[in-house]
């Protein structure tokens, strides 16, 4: 049961254009959702997160969009760099239940960023 | 401030041996949670531990498998009489107060090989 899924395996963009990827939960009790960026070899690295009580957050390049009705949300990267090249991974956790304090990931989507 | 430290960044096992993996979150966190990352796929939750204290184990294999979180020194991932579908990346997040708004931050991971 993927509760976080993340439907684009990768994605191409060029450099200076926009990065859209998304991410859909199916899960009502989460509540606090999470970008992470991965390289190679190397651990997770917090990018931005929103939570639910907000439908947009930025921070730099970064924007992530909620959209609670759609149980939907993106992160937009503006302009994409070559070295925005990684995994990215979307998450999420809730307060109560099940959901409580564990992260919840999807399966990622690989960026590829051309010069 | 030093981030979350895991070692060994790599171990190879033969079939039945154990493996023990460490981690020492970043300095101030009370919470830890370790997570798995079979190949191509995303990151699974295990478990959730506060200092002597096992929060939540339901993503932890019934068999084989113990954490602990002692008041001194780091968390520990025991894995016992290893086998090859054991071999994944195990990575090791870390949290101030375990709030539902609070972001986790990972360390570089273990990358366990068992032969």
């Known amino acids: 049961d993927q509760q976080v899924k993340q439907n684009s395996p990768s994605l191409s963009v060029q450099e200076g254009r926009i990065s859209i990827l998304n991410c859909d939960y199916t899960?009502?009790?989460?509540?606090?959702f999470l970008w992470y960026k991965k390289y190679p070899a190397e651990g997770p690295t917090f990018l931005i997160s929103?939570?639910?009580?907000?439908d947009k957050n930025e921070d730099g390049r970064f924007t992530v969009f909620l959209n609670k009705s759609a149980k939907h949300l993106s992160l937009h990267i503006v302009p994409s760099q070559p070295g925005d090249s990684a995994v990215y991974f979307c998450?999420?956790?809730?307060?109560?239940?099940?959901?409580?304090?564990?992260?919840?990931f999807g399966q990622g989507t690989i960026l590829t960023v051309h010069p | 401030n030093a981030g979350v430290m895991q070692n060994p960044r790599h171990l190879v096992r033969r079939r039945g041996q154990e493996a023990r993996l460490r981690c020492s979150p970043m300095?101030?966190?009370?919470?830890v949670y370790w997570y798995r990352q079979l190949p191509e796929e995303g990151l699974k939750f295990m478990v959730y531990?506060?200092?002597?204290?096992?929060?939540?184990e339901s993503g932890m294999p019934k068999e084989r498998f113990s954490a602990e979180f002692p008041k001194e020194g780091p968390s520990i991932l025991r894995i016992q009489q290893v086998v090859r579908g054991d071999s994944a990346a195990y990575f090791c997040?870390?949290?101030?107060?375990?709030?539902?708004?609070?972001?986790?931050?990972f360390g570089p991971g273990t990358r366990l090989l068992v032969l």
């Open positions: 997040a870390s949290s101030p107060r375990g709030a539902n708004e609070e972001t986790q931050y």
């Open positions: 899960n009502s009790m989460f509540d606090y």
């Open positions: 929103i939570s639910s009580i907000k």
């Open positions: 998450a999420a956790k809730g307060a109560g239940g099940t959901s409580y304090g564990k992260l919840t």
């Open positions: 300095k101030g966190h009370s919470h």
């Open positions: 531990l506060q200092k002597e204290n096992i929060i939540d």
